[in-house]
């Protein structure tokens, strides 16, 4: 497959590619372009015209072009979903429902676009403002490079592409290495429904490369990425010298608190499916089971008996529970944080092996001193178990770590669910449920090393603008 510059599918201008890996069987099943520094500079030239001309539409006339973006998508949910598939190794049921969350986002922003107002001023609340009339303006901020993981590669890419589009800014669009093509087909799709050629672009290619490439151009005025802390880190000082404004979706090792008087089944129910999908390589899942002692052994053995029973394998047949991880380099990864955590102590419950890019479910006791307790963030489906006696207890573990992204807590006292949600440092706490859980308008992400920014509608579109106060001076004098 070729990348999308200036409305062309194009190769890199060196002919190089990199190599798409069907992790579930090790093939190769395709190449896209390794996009070189000239391609980028191509990029760059061809967003910042088309910045101008897509801003230069109407707002109805964006929204149709954008509604329009949204039934072509759900056209081809069915190619979109086998490619994510293919090269991301997510089962396909949850690949089909990602395609749907794009669309929805979409037409989410496409409704808060219409209601984005500014605001009108006091015109006399001081002295020197008597017979002035204030108000506010929103202007796009102008380049968006938007660098997205591989893990959620076409909803992800909808948090930012939709925001920014309808506030009129311009898109260049970086996917994951691992997860290129869905990205490839969105942009696509966004140029036959009418986004102009140069508004909506996406190069594939490394992203110590090219991502650092287009942090560090001037032209560019924002960047939007979602990854990992240490690359985001590195993103923000590659900002830093242009004060490009900046917004950061980062890691996590979010808690989940389990108290003794939860619902039993609930708490089983919400740990699975919240560590579970995708493999366990989703940025707010939970990744820390933190559970009162009083059930903890019940806990544990229900747990385990009810992670026998799911289908793992090949990710294409709908029947599957969960494929592999997105690479057996990724996998080994997992296996080795597996490792470390018995070597400093944790025991062994149930899983633990690796075969190719496929972990088994592994369940761990852990105790609040191991890094898997506090800072390492395991990108696979592994579920380390924590207990504690007092709920202060609880929530000492879940706020001892860098991170701070969603975290869940399981209780029927809703006085004791409260407390917790006041007191856990994240940005968000999901009451008798996982902290995997997001919706389109939630202001979605982190305290502490978590990131900076939300996304969502509730928030982003004044992330995505800068306001212009605009002053009649005297005129009511
Ligand atoms: P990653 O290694 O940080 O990669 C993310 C993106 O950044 C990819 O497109 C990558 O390109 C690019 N990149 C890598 N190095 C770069 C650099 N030096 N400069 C600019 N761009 C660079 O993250 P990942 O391993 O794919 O994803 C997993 C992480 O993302 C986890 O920590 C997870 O928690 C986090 N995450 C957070 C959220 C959230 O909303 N808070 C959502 C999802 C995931 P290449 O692929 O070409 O290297
Ligand atoms: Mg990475």
Redesign the pocket.
């Known amino acids: 497959m070729q990348m999308l510059i200036g409305g062309k599918w194009v190769d890199a201008s060196d002919g190089g590619v990199?190599s798409v890996v069907n992790p579930a069987t090790g093939e190769v099943v395709d190449t896209v372009p390794a996009a070189t520094k000239e391609d980028v500079e191509k990029a760059i030239e061809n967003a910042v015209k088309g910045q101008i001309e897509w801003n230069s539409y109407p707002l109805y006339r964006k929204l149709e072009i954008l509604e329009k973006y949204a039934v072509l998508l759900t056209q081809n949910t069915e190619r979109i979903a086998k490619i994510m598939c293919e090269e991301g190794g997510k089962p396909i049921e949850q690949c089909r429902i990602e395609v749907a969350a794009n669309a929805a986002i979409f037409r989410i922003y496409i409704s808060a676009a219409n209601t984005f107002y500014g605001h009108t001023l006091p015109y006399n609340a001081e002295p020197r403002s008597q017979g002035d009339v204030a108000f506010t303006i929103h202007e796009p901020l102008g380049v968006f490079a938007c660098?997205?993981?591989?893990?959620?590669p076409v909803e992800?890419a909808a948090?930012k592409t939709a925001p920014m589009l309808v506030t009129g800014n311009s898109v260049i669009l970086?996917?994951?290495?691992?997860?290129p093509r869905s990205a490839l087909i969105l942009c696509e799709l966004l140029l036959e429904a009418g986004v102009p050629a140069n508004a909506i672009q996406c190069l594939t290619?490394?992203?110590?490369?090219?991502?650092?490439l287009?942090?560090s151009d001037s032209r560019i005025a924002a960047v939007s990425?979602?990854?990992?802390?240490?690359?985001?880190i590195?993103?923000a000082k590659?900002c830093a010298p242009s004060l490009k404004h900046v917004s950061?979706?980062?890691?996590?090792n979010d808690p989940l608190i389990i108290f003794d008087d939860c619902d039993f089944e609930l708490a089983v129910s919400e740990t699975i499916s919240g560590r579970i999908g995708n493999a366990g390589?989703?940025?707010?899942a939970s990744k820390r089971f933190i559970v009162q002692r009083g059930i903890a052994e019940r806990f544990k053995q229900e747990l385990i008996s009810r992670l026998k029973e799911l289908r793992i394998g090949d990710p294409s047949d709908p029947t599957v529970d969960m494929g592999p991880v997105?690479s057996e380099q990724?996998a080994i990864q997992v296996e080795n944080q597996i490792r470390h955590t018995v070597e400093q102590g944790g025991k062994l419950l149930y899983g633990g092996n690796r075969n190719g890019a496929f972990v088994e479910p592994t369940v761990i006791e852990a105790t609040p001193d191991m890094d898997i307790s506090r800072d390492m963030?395991v990108?696979g489906p592994v579920f380390p178990i924590i207990v504690f006696d007092t709920k202060e207890e609880a929530v000492q573990i879940a706020n001892n770590t860098i991170y701070g992204?969603s975290s869940g807590v399981i209780t029927e006292d809703i006085r004791t669910a409260m407390w917790v949600a006041n007191n856990v440092q994240a940005g968000a706490c999901i009451i008798n449920g996982s902290g995997n859980y997001?919706l389109a308008h939630q202001p979605?992400?982190?305290y502490k090393l978590?990131?900076i920014g939300r996304?969502g509608a509730v928030s982003t579109l004044e992330e995505m603008t800068r306001q212009k106060l605009i002053s009649f001076k005297g005129i009511l004098k």
């Open positions: 990199m660098i997205v993981p591989f893990n959620y992800l948090h970086k996917p994951a290495s691992q997860t290619g490394s992203g110590s490369k090219i991502g650092s287009l942090a990425f979602t990854g990992s802390t240490e690359v985001g590195e993103i590659y950061l979706e980062l890691g996590g390589q989703t940025c707010c997105v990724a963030e990108f992204l997001r979605f992400g982190g978590s990131g996304e």
